[in-house]
């Protein structure tokens, strides 16, 4: 959670835009094993119910990749996506995921989470119940807090 400098308005249109919310994705980190991912948009960019986002990318030496879809949309409080098909992905498989903000005079109230699967491969179900719940919750953590970041005078909660 996190409490934003911005109307929910402001706040929602920063977060449509699953190149910045994902932002996390495309950057070398630890989390990424120094790996990162890529974004591939239809053409509603993940703006609508119903809009594709693939992602592809390498970490140590294998290939990721996962298709999103767009399920839920309501502008400026709520946006939900999840997986489409099997995604071949370390320690987490499919995934629902999204965030919810709630108006609090000029400034709102962040919240982003993931419900997530462990992947079916042999190596998912090994690494998946060590470090999925981790991997997740730093997703979800690095989205806040990049919101936050982002907008002058945020507090993180």
């Known amino acids: 959670m996190a409490d ?8 929602f249109d920063y977060l449509d835009d699953q190149a910045s919310l994902g932002s996390h994705m ?5 989390m990424m094993l120094g790996g990162r991912m890529s974004y591939e948009f239809d053409e509603a960019k993940g ?4 809009s594709s986002i693939k992602m ?10 996962v298709e999103e879809v767009i399920i839920e949309r309501q502008p400026p409080r709520r946006k939900v996506w999840e997986t489409r098909g099997r995604p071949k992905l370390l320690v987490i498989g499919g995934y629902r ?7 609090s005079g000029a400034a709102s109230r962040l919240r982003v989470f993931i419900d997530y699967g ?3 491969t042999i190596a998912g179900k090994l690494l998946g119940p060590l470090f999925g719940s981790m991997y997740a919750r730093w997703c979800v953590n690095r989205m806040a807090k ?5 907008f002058a005078g945020s507090v993180r909660s």
């Not at 995921?97 to 108006?103: D, H, L």
């Not at 990049?146 to 982002?150: E, L």
């Open 47 to 50: 703006r609508a119910a119903g």
């Open 4 to 11: 934003i400098a911005a109307s929910a308005e402001v706040l």
């Open 97 to 103: 995921m999204g965030f919810e903000i709630s108006a």
């Open 146 to 150: 990049d919101a936050a970041d982002a």
């Open 26 to 30: 495309q950057k070398r980190s630890m």
């Open 118 to 120: 462990y992947p079916a």
């Open 56 to 65: 592809q990318g390498n970490i140590l030496g294998l290939a990721l990749s």
